[in-house]
């Protein structure tokens, strides 16, 4: 897989964080015009976003369980970087 991806991934992951996201809000911020960066799409062909319906307060994206494994063993606690 591409680095650059990969690396898009955790970025969306880590942004999405461990509550839910409205998922309007997540399509603003991470809209992409460039077809070679197809980061919402590959995040939810790996399993690592789910979106859910909540009657009464709408759409929302969280990360799955595969997400934050992935998110743990590919990104370094922030109190560990440099």
């Given amino acids: 897989?591409?680095?650059?991806?990969?690396?898009?991934?955790l970025d969306l992951?880590?942004?999405?964080?461990?509550?839910a996201r409205p998922y309007?809000?997540?399509m603003d911020a991470w809209r992409t015009s460039c077809p070679r960066l197809p980061v919402?799409?590959?995040a939810g062909d790996?399993?690592?976003l789910d979106r859910r319906?909540?009657?009464g307060e709408g759409r929302f994206v969280t990360v799955t369980a595969a997400g934050n494994v992935y998110l743990r063993r590919h990104r370094m606690p922030v109190a560990?970087?440099?």
Avoid: A, C
């Avoid at 897989?1 to 991934?9: I, T």
């Fill in 1 to 9: 897989m591409d680095e650059n991806l990969d690396s898009l991934v």
């Fill in 13 to 19: 992951l880590e942004w999405v964080g461990q509550g």
């Fill in 24 to 26: 309007d809000e997540v």
């Fill in 40 to 42: 919402w799409e590959e």
């Fill in 46 to 48: 790996r399993g690592y």
């Fill in 53 to 55: 319906f909540i009657p």
């Fill in 80 to 82: 560990h970087r440099s």
